[in-house]
């Protein structure tokens, strides 16, 4: 019975140590918040095209498609 805790605590190890080199190096504050910004208006941009598929009035898509257009604009910036 304990060889098999022992594999499995083996095996927890190699996963673990595997987890981190996917990982890569800890990124600073800056870097996890521009992260975030880019994620939160690639989300945005995502929904905005969404709502674009279902808009009914000319006004609406139009207002969604400079939405879309400013939030593509803002990703370009990141690159």
Do not use: C, W, Y
């Amino acid at each position: 019975m304990a060889r098999g805790f022992e594999s499995k605590d083996v095996e927890f190890q190699q996963a673990e140590a595997e987890r981190v080199k996917t990982l890569g190096r800890p990124l600073t504050a800056d870097e996890r918040e521009q992260k975030s910004r880019r994620q939160s208006i690639a989300l945005a941009l995502a929904r905005a095209r969404a709502d674009l598929a279902s808009a009914r009035t000319a006004a609406h898509k139009d207002m969604l498609a400079a939405a879309i257009a400013a939030l593509e604009q803002q990703l370009r910036s990141f690159s």
